[in-house]
């Protein structure tokens, strides 16, 4: 049955005759799925590259809102996601956001058919892959329930660990399509590369034929039968979910969620982009602000039976580990998802071009001939970050979660201050690629304490709070920390742009230090609040 009254999963004899063998299926389920999210959500970032090389007739500018679109929407639809399991159930909820990440796949494969394809087209496509990013929290709460509490840490872990390879998959897996026309005709015909592009074996020269277009249809491969075997085999618990509908009614509560978080994503998007797109009269940090705050304004607001359900999880928002939580997720999954979207930029800027001193003494930026390809390097980091996640959250059932906390915290600081000195020897040099094993190095150090960290604060999460509250919270503190995937690459991009990259991570570094202090303070002092979660 699909939907299941009784769940009990602390009681061991429940767990070892009944439980394991239900909450593994969902799990096994679940983890593919979300890894299409996260392949969906951040594909732009390669896909405006190929863009460029192929001649698009947009100015890197203007593709580059397709990432910042993509990222924001992407954060903003991760609040509403985090009460959906309540509302209208596991199974129900996981089925549909899959199903939904169809439109912007296929719309993807028939827009990048053609050059003339209109820049809106692409904008609206990267609003829609936001999908893929608000899949995370329904996801994470979904997976939460069904495990108990000794193994949350390696459950959790291994949801949004292997869920998060959807990152290196599609960073290594769309250059490969591009290379060959495996759908036919149906797909459309192949472009000829105007700029050197390159896939995970080597560069790929300019003449090449190419079909950019397969970076869309490529996911269908996967997303039709995901959504057949979500609504056949995953399950809605009753004792977490009690009024969930039929699936009709179920889908209704869904979409009118994420149409909430939409128009406040839209709304936002409006007054940051500059024209002729938006207003361009907010910064980043007051269109973060302004859509957070709007969607859960309307999420108070909406009417019918959504509404209890809604003003009962809005009270994990007057407990203060919500917010200490919220802080240290941020410092895990924001670093993550920040560097995963602002690694191939820093590659392309601070290798791909070197200091030139003209007879007349004045130093200028030419291209490197020796430079690193972003294709070719760029998916190394979110592999190490999203293969060692489960790793994090199995130690941290052993030790404690706040230790491991602590412990990848002062890593982060170190690796980044040495970053920002490698970034800023590199960016200054006449031969920048000396320095890039070091910088690559270390941004998988990176990568890798950010990918340990969020399996410890998810065991963490899962031991602070009840099974009730656990599911919410851990979907909020993902929503507040995907908008690293907006910030990080405005960030260093800025710095880059003005010619001081290390700025930006020695910025990373002391938010880094502070959360290993906040972190002590809450969980690891003496009569801490609750002690090493």
Not at 34 to 56: D, E, H, K, P, R
Not at 354 to 376: C, I, K, Q, Y
Request: contains cysteine.
């Amino acid at each position: 049955m699909s939907n299941i009254e009784k769940w009990d999963v602390e009681d061991q004899t429940f767990w070892d005759t009944t439980g394991k063998r239900i909450a593994n299926r969902n799990l096994w389920i679940s983890i593919p799925s979300l890894l299409m999210g996260f392949a969906i959500w951040l594909m732009w970032g390669i896909v405006t590259v190929q863009m460029l090389n192929l001649g698009f007739p947009f100015e890197p500018a203007e593709l580059f809102t397709l990432t910042a679109i993509a990222g924001l929407t992407g954060a903003t639809l991760r609040i509403p996601a985090s009460f959906m399991i309540r509302i209208a159930g596991g199974r129900n909820t996981i089925f549909l956001t899959t199903a939904l990440l169809m439109i912007p796949a296929a719309g993807a494969g028939l827009a990048l058919q053609s050059q003339d394809t209109p820049l809106w087209v692409f904008q609206l496509l990267a609003f829609l892959s936001g999908i893929g990013g608000g899949n995370f929290a329904c996801s994470m709460s979904n997976i939460s329930t069904f495990f108990p509490k000794n193994q949350q840490g390696l459950a959790l872990g291994l949801n949004a660990g292997l869920g998060n390879f959807g990152v290196t998959t599609m960073q290594i897996l769309i250059p490969l399509v591009m290379t060959a026309g495996v759908f036919g005709a149906v797909a459309g015909a192949p472009m000829e590369l105007l700029k050197d592009s390159g896939t995970l074996i080597g560069k790929i020269p300019a003449g090449t034929d190419t079909w950019i277009q397969n970076a869309g249809w490529v996911w269908l491969l996967f997303l039709i039968p995901l959504a057949f075997a979500g609504w056949k085999g995953m399950n809605n618990l009753l004792v977490i979910s009690p009024t969930p509908g039929y699936p009709l009614n179920a889908f209704g509560k869904i979409l009118g969620l994420y149409a909430v978080a939409f128009v406040a994503a839209a709304v936002g998007l409006y007054l940051y982009l500059p024209a002729p797109i938006g207003l361009g009269v907010l910064n980043m940090w007051g269109v973060m602000l302004l859509t957070i705050g709007l969607t859960l304004g309307m999420l108070r607001m909406l009417p019918g039976s959504i509404k209890p359900n809604i003003k009962r999880q809005f009270t994990i928002f007057r407990d203060k580990h919500t917010w200490s939580m919220s802080i240290l997720y941020i410092l895990t999954f924001g670093s993550f998802i920040g560097f995963s979207m602002a690694l191939p930029l820093s590659i392309t800027v601070i290798f791909g071009f070197m200091n030139e001193v003209g007879a007349d003494g004045v130093v200028t930026r030419v291209a490197n001939p020796n430079a690193p390809s972003a294709l070719t390097y760029a998916w190394i980091g979110p592999f190490v970050g999203a293969l060692i996640r489960p790793l994090g959250g199995w130690i941290s059932d052993k030790v404690g979660g706040s230790i491991v906390t602590q412990v990848i915290s002062v890593v982060m600081v170190g690796a980044s201050v040495a970053a920002g000195y490698v970034m800023h020897q590199a960016y200054a040099s006449a031969q920048p690629e000396e320095f890039f094993f070091l910088f690559l190095v270390l941004f998988l150090v990176l990568f890798a304490a950010s990918g340990i960290g969020n399996g410890s604060t998810f065991r963490t999460i899962g031991v602070i709070y009840d099974r009730e509250k656990a599911g919410p919270v851990l979907g909020w503190t993902s929503a507040v920390a995907a908008y690293g995937s907006f910030v990080a690459p405005i960030v260093i991009g800025e710095q880059v742009k003005a010619g001081t990259p290390e700025v930006a991570m020695y910025g990373f570094a002391v938010f880094y230090a502070l959360c290993l202090v906040l972190n002590w303070w809450f969980y690891l002092r003496p009569n801490a609040y609750v002690k090493n979660p």
